[in-house]
């Protein structure tokens, strides 16, 4: 796998779909000539097909926020990982915490998504973790991390250069306006890290995974996460929905 750094978009259900589209434009626009990182970007499903249209001929992937487990069914509501290739994402977001804790998203759940996106073979899927505040308080995190990875990930089986984002979005700093400090990030990615090498071993893990944080990144507190060992990227929310600021964290981490 590349050492390239990964920097996701996560635009929740935060834009209208006009909003959605006026973003992706400034974002195609903003980005011309960026180069040194992989970035995506995950609208709402309605407006996909659109940003699709819009970021043709960039190097600009696309993502979604969700998907189900089954291929196709009864299962009103649902998208499953064969329709979001159908319309051109590369990407998907699995178990974010918003999801675990309005939708009641469990990681027995988690488990199915990402078994799905792994058989479909042509998404690659962004699998949140972290503690809540009550779990950090405690110094319960480690425990936390290791047992979301177990029952995310376990029995499943990588084939190839499959490639698996592990997004650690400690739950407390999401849409909080403070990001957590970089060294204790730094020491939850270790942790992942030394999971998933006694899950997978270390050279799936050194090919086929990367750990990106994501909590209230922005321009101004992004510089401290740049050089951290184990930091593969970031999953961006607020962030995101403005280009500029978009941009100017996506280029902090690839100097
Ligand atoms: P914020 O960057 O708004 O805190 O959101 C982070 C997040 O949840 C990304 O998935």
Redo the contacts with the bound molecule.
């Keep these: 796998m590349n050492n390239e750094k990964i920097i996701i978009a996560?635009w929740?259900m935060k834009l209208s779909l006009a909003e959605t589209l006026a973003l992706a434009e400034n974002i195609k626009t903003k980005f011309q000539g960026f180069s040194g990182a992989t970035v995506g970007v995950c609208p709402n499903y309605i407006s996909i097909l659109e940003v699709k249209e819009i970021l043709k001929g960039t190097d600009i992937k696309l993502g979604a926020q969700d998907v189900f487990w089954e291929g196709a069914g009864a299962y009103t509501g649902e998208i499953s990982a064969d329709m979001l290739v159908e319309a051109g994402c590369e990407y998907v977001?699995i178990g974010?915490?918003?999801r675990r804790k309005f939708l009641m998203v469990n990681y027995e759940m988690i488990h199915r998504e990402t078994k799905a996106v792994l058989n479909n073979g042509n998404l690659v899927p962004i699998v949140?973790i972290g503690e809540n505040w009550d779990e950090r308080k405690t110094d319960r995190r480690d425990f936390v991390l290791f047992d979301q990875l177990q029952q995310a990930l376990s029995g499943l089986d990588l084939v190839g250069n499959q490639q698996v984002v592990i997004?650690y979005?400690p739950i407390w700093?999401?849409?909080?306006g403070t990001a957590i400090e970089p060294s204790e990030a730094e020491y939850a990615h270790k942790i992942i890290k030394l999971t998933l090498n006694d899950m997978f071993g270390m050279k799936i893990v050194n090919n086929n995974f990367k750990i990106i944080y994501?909590?209230?990144?922005s321009s101004k507190n992004v510089k401290g996460f740049v050089g951290l060992e184990n930091l593969d990227g970031m999953?961006?929310?607020?962030?995101s929905l403005e280009a500029d600021e978009f941009y100017k964290v996506a280029k902090a981490l690839v100097k």
Excluded: D, Q, Y
């Design positions: 996560n929740k977001i974010h915490s918003e949140c997004a979005e700093a999401i849409g909080s994501g909590g209230s990144i999953l961006v929310g607020g962030a």
